[in-house]
Each structure stands twice: as structure tokens, then as C-alpha cells.
């Protein structure tokens, strides 16, 4: 007798069930269940829709309060004050004109003083009456003109670089370069102490951002060798992580210089790549200006990215990052605050070139400057009650109580007090000004002065000697 065809696909049925794994046929019925409970009990499960009256609609209305679109800010909070107090006329060289009083100038950053020079001056005006005031336009889009591409070859070339890119504002230009290259589940070491403009590149990254002390090489070693362990349990992920060491040449937070020969050990020991932001080392530190790597006699091709602002020595505006030719040319397309700001002012193109140009033709700029800084440092460091942080040799010192209390604002009012009461004596400083919900480690309160090669010897005299009468004059009061 025949086996009828329906019988056969039944007898499969069958056995194909049986066969099947536990764990198949358990997920199938769980599917079914969920599927046929979403059919039929979806309906009595929405919730009951309110239907408001048109009264109940205006009472809500009217409770209703938007929050505000930024926080409140006191009348009294101190930056408002400064920039109602200390208002500047005429430009801020050595000295400074604020609220008609001259005054010595130790707060700006203008370290080799290029803001009052004349040939600088000269070459602004020549470059003003051929190219106008701005460029109107990024690089990419027809705001790329001749004096730009002088300025990033004369950076190359001082920087002893295959090429540089230049950046119309300085805080972009390492905000812009980090994210260029690192990107989400890249690896990123950092020193804790490192500038805002570092910080905001670093969460534009959207990386994993791993702090180690400032200027702690054996705290940053023990975070490389936790991941070199992470990354022999993963290989085929470690293969595709990129890892980075970001630090400053010279820490505007704390003016100490960091160990660069221990981090270039470090990167060939542990395969990571290092960023170097100099900023206040550029045109600074070694014996020709060029920085960190100079001043440590360190290969510069060790280094895989170097950024700099063109803001402080310089006295222009703008920054630029140098490095090989493929690398900067990556920037070119992905650095963001390249290919869309308007490209840097031709005629502060033309006169960071001429600065520069001054810089290599004038090395005894560097030399004042460092006697003055060690001048500076060893005066600050008498100050009874306070101590200086930052290294002998660099343009930036920060002045700190040696004792602080527990209450950051009375500090801040302290020092404030200070540099008030040093400004009356015709000596201009200024507080060190932090975002300070924002910083990663919020540094302590501190009064930060500014050398300019400039200053003479009884200048800084008179500087020590102010600075000292406000400080046992405030101290007294406050004790």
C-alpha cells in the first residue's frame, strides 16, 4: 500500500522536532508566546489617553517657566569687575596703559616683546594696503593666499619639519588636530595638568582618555603596561587601537617644561604615538627658539605631531601644527577648524613671518629673556608666605599661597587683593582664570606673572619690590 506524500511531510515533522537542540525549540516557543501576547494584549496594556480642558491648558501654560538659557551670573563675580576696572589704552608693550596709569606690564603674554616692533608693524600695513583686513573665506574655498603658504613654509623650515598647516585661532589648532587623528576607541594618555584647548580636543575625540599625574613618568608607565595587558587578552582589538600620548612643551597652568626624553622612551618601548602642544615653549625654549625638542636636543622627527599658537611670542594670531608631509596633510581634510574658519588674516600672515624672520636673525632675544626669567624667579621665590611654581628658565611663573585655605574664593580675594594693590604701584598683574566646573583638575588659585625679554634689570627690581610691599601690606591686613 502507498504512503500518501502528506504522510511523508508529517513523518519529517516529526523527526526534524525531534532532533532539533533543547535550546532551538525552548527560544521557539518563547517567540511564539511573545509574538501571540503582543497580537492580543498589546490593546489593554495602552495607557488611557488624558484629554485636557481648554482651562486646564492655560493654567499649565501659565505655571509653565522656561529654564534659562545660561546660568546666573553675580554683578559682583570678579572678570565682570576686571573688565569694567581694568581697561586698556593704546597698545599693551612693556608698559601698559590702564585707566590712564602706566604701568609695568607682567600680564600679557607678549614674551619677546614683537607687539611694539617696528618692521613687524611695517610689513601689517604693506600687507593691509594689498590684501584688506580678513580673508572672508576658509582655506579650501578661496582663502588661501600667498602669505599663507609663506608663513607654513617659513614654519617648516624654522621647525626643521617636511611641512606645517596653519590655523587662524590658536586655541582650534590643537583642539582640531587631536580629533583629527584620534578617534572613538583610540586611546589617549594624558597629563592630568594639561591647557582647556587640550581637554575640549580630547572630548571632541570622543576617545578613551586615560590621566596620568602631571609630569609623573612612573604613573604614565603603569597606565602602558594595564593596557599592553588589556591588549594581549585582545589582540584582533589591539591590532586596530590607535594610542596616544598628549602633553605641553612648556605647562601654562604650572610654567614647569616636561620630560620629553622620558616620554620619547617611553613611546618606543610601549608602540604609542605623541602629540606635543607649545604654545609657551614655541619660540622660547633652546637656543634658537624652537622649543621643547631643542632645548632637550631631541630629534623632532621623534615627535609624530607638534602644535603651537602664534599668539605669544609671536604677537600675531592664529597657531600651526608641523610634523611630516602625511600627516599634515591629513589635517588638510579632517582638521575641522581648518576647513571651515575663515583663514588667518593676511596681513597677521605677513607679520608672524617677519617675526619669525626676527627670531632667527636675533638669538639674543632668547638670552635677555632667560636672564630675566631666572631674575624673576629667584626674586618671586623670597616672597614670604608664597611659593612660584614653574621652571627658572620660563617666560611664565605662577605665585601661590604656601599655605591655602579650605575656601577657594577667600583665596581668590587674597590674591586679588594683591595684584589690586600692585597695580596702584604701577605694576600690572592678573589672576590665573580657570573654567572651573569645566578643567579636568582645577589648579589652585594663584597670581600668574609674564616676562618679556624687554624688561630691564631695575625694572624687575621694581616689580620684586612692589610685589613685596603688596604682599606684607595684604597679609598684614588679612592676619
Known sequence: MAILPATWDMYDLIQGFIQAPAYHLVFEALLIVWIFKL???????????????????????????????????????????????????????????????????MATLDFL????????EAKAIAALKVYGVGSCGPRGFYGTMDVHLELEEKLAKFMNCEEAILYSYGFATIA???PAYSKRGDIVFCDEGVCFSIQKGLVASRSIVKFFKH?????????????????KKNPKKAKVTRRFIVTEGLFVNYGD?????????????YKVRIFLEESLSFGVLGKTGRGVTEYFNVNIEEIDLIAASLENSIASIGGFCCGRKYV?????????????????????????????????NQPVLLTQLEENCKLMHEGLSKLEGFCVLGDPVAPIKHV?????????????????MIVDHSMQQGVA???????????????????????????????????????????????????
Open 429 to 479: 598683574l592678573t589672576l590665573a582664570r580657570y573654567l572651573e566646573k569645566e578643567e579636568h583638575v582645577l589648579p589652585c588659585p594663584s597670581i600668574r606673572v609674564s616676562v618679556n625679554c624687554k624688561l630691564e634689570k631695575d625694572e624687575i627690581d621694581r616689580v620684586l619690590s612692589s610685589m613685596t610691599a603688596s604682599v606684607n601690606k595684604v597679609m598684614s591686613a588679612t592676619s
Open 257 to 269: 617644561i616636561c620630560p620629553l626624553p622620558q616620554l620619547v622612551e617611553l613611546k618606543w618601548k
Open 176 to 178: 582640531s588636530a587631536i
Open 39 to 105: 497580537l492580543l494584549f498589546s490593546k489593554s496594556y495602552a495607557p488611557e489617553r488624558t484629554v485636557l480642558t481648554e482651562k486646564e491648558k492655560a493654567d499649565l501654560i501659565a505655571d509653565w517657566q522656561p529654564e534659562p538659557l545660561a546660568p546666573d551670573v553675580p554683578d559682583d563675580h570678579p572678570v565682570l569687575q576686571s573688565m569694567e576696572q581694568n581697561m586698556i589704552s593704546g597698545r599693551p608693550d612693556k608698559y601698559v596703559n590702564i585707566n590712564g596709569k602706566r604701568c609695568i606690564n
Open 400 to 416: 601661590r599661597l604656601s599655605e591655602p585655605s579650605d575656601d577657594r574664593d577667600l583665596d581668590m580675594k587674597t590674591l586679588q
Open 215 to 231: 609630569n609623573d613618568m612612573a604613573d604614565l608607565e603603569r597606565l602602558l603596561i594595564e593596557q599592553q595587558q588589556n591588549d
Open 113 to 120: 616683546g614683537m607687539i611694539n616692533d617696528k618692521s613687524i
Open 328 to 360: 599634515i596633510d591629513h589635517q588638510r581634510l579632517s582638521g575641522l577648524g581648518y576647513c571651515f574658519s575663515a583663514s588667518l588674516p593676511p596681513m597677521l600672515a605677513s607679520a608672524a613671518t617677519q617675526a619669525i624672520s626676527i627670531l632667527e
